[in-house]
Structure formats: structure tokens, C-alpha cells
């Protein structure tokens, strides 16, 4: 008998030893442990995390915003002519052409509208375009008969501090840049509505105290 109780003692212990392995792998409901198949999943994330870091207030984005050249302010921003002429720098130097532009602008048109004065500067650049009358603005102005505010090929002298003629120099600024829509495509002539000179020319339209033709 005794042989036979020691077998059985020894089978308990045995069977003792594989519940206590069996206790020491079983896993903890309060800790639980992570099985090889989510393994990639929380790399993966922890790698997002550290590529995607960026400066407070961005936004996170994986498309790259190429670089723009910087903005130009343009006509856009202003919603009339006039808050088009009070946004230019009036008071920056003009070179020989715009000069002569404002010139005549100035002595021609600068008691007309602002409408009116762009419409007066864009007669003398489009024929300084057209290939009928001399190629620069200096030379539109100054040719012989055309404006009888010019004598012997001279300008006059103009007013540097005059309300007008800073106007009129915002305006020669504004006509030469194209910022404005031109109130008289095309006319290369004009005279003022107090005169008929029985012109057979096509008329475009009358502004002010000018009427325009091409």
C-alpha cells in the first residue's frame, strides 16, 4: 500500500505544479496584455504622431502649399475711381513720361470729372499706340497744333503742391498702369462740347465738358 500512496503523492504534487504555470500566464483582466496582431497598429500610430508634429495653431496636412510671389495691391481693392486716386502715393516722383501724361491731364481736363481726366490720359497714350502720331507720351503732347496749352514745344510750368495737379498725377499714374477701366476705347481725338468743329469722325461718347471721337 505504501508503494501505491507514494505514486499517488507524487501524481498530486504534479498536478499542483501545472495549475500554479497555468496561474502565472493567465492574463490579468486589469492589465491586459497586448497581443502580437496590434502590435503594428500602435507603431504605426506613434510613428504619425512624431512625422505630423507642428506649430501651434497649423493645421496638420500632408499637402505641402507652394510659394507665392508676394501680393501686388490692385484696382480690385477699390470699389470707385476715387478711392482708386486717394490710394495712390501722390506725392512720388513722376519720370519725363508720366509727367508730360499729367501735364496734360492737368491743364486739359482738371476741372472735369476724375472720369473725365482718365478719359483725357487715355486719348494720349492710345495715340502714342496707334502708329499715326509720335511713339512717346512727350511727344504726343508736344506735337505741333494739337494742345494750345503748349508753346513753341514747352510745357508749362504746373502748381507742385496743387490739389489738382497731384489728381492729375495719380490719374496719369493710374491710366499708364491700366488700373481703371478706359471710358473712351479707341478715341484718339477729342474736343470740348462747347465747339463744333463738323468733325467726320465716328463720336464715342461725351464726358464732361469733352466729347470723344475715334
Not at 153 to 179: D, E, F, H, Y
Request: aromatic share 8%; hydrophobic share 45%; net charge negative.
Amino acid at each position: 500500500m505504501s508503494k501505491y500512496l507514494a505514486v499517488a503523492a507524487v501524481a498530486a504534487i504534479g498536478l499542483m505544479s501545472s495549475t500554479l504555470a497555468f496561474a502565472d500566464v493567465t492574463p490579468d483582466t486589469a492589465s491586459p496584455v497586448t497581443s502580437p496582431l496590434e502590435a503594428p497598429v500602435l507603431v504605426a500610430a506613434d510613428l504619425v504622431a512624431n512625422d505630423t508634429s507642428v506649430e501651434p495653431g497649423k493645421k496638420t496636412s500632408s499637402f505641402v502649399q507652394p510659394a507665392l510671389e508676394p501680393a501686388v495691391a490692385t484696382a480690385d481693392e477699390a470699389d470707385t475711381l476715387a478711392e482708386l486716386v486717394s490710394q495712390s502715393n501722390q506725392d512720388a516722383a513722376l519720370d519725363s513720361e508720366a509727367h508730360c501724361l499729367a501735364t496734360a491731364i492737368y491743364y486739359e481736363a482738371r476741372s472735369e470729372s476724375l472720369n473725365g481726366q482718365l478719359a483725357v490720359a487715355n486719348v494720349v497714350l492710345q495715340r502714342a499706340r496707334s502708329g499715326r502720331f509720335p511713339s512717346s507720351l512727350c511727344g504726343v503732347v508736344t506735337q505741333p497744333g494739337q494742345f494750345s496749352f503748349v508753346r513753341a514745344g514747352r510745357l508749362p510750368a504746373v502748381p507742385g503742391n496743387a490739389g489738382q495737379w497731384r489728381t492729375a498725377k495719380a490719374i496719369a499714374r493710374i491710366a499708364q498702369q491700366g488700373s481703371w477701366d478706359n471710358p473712351v476705347e479707341g478715341a484718339l481725338y477729342f474736343h470740348a462740347a462747347r465747339v463744333a468743329p463738323g468733325w467726320d469722325r465716328e463720336r464715342v461718347t461725351r464726358i464732361g465738358g469733352h466729347v470723344f471721337y475715334r
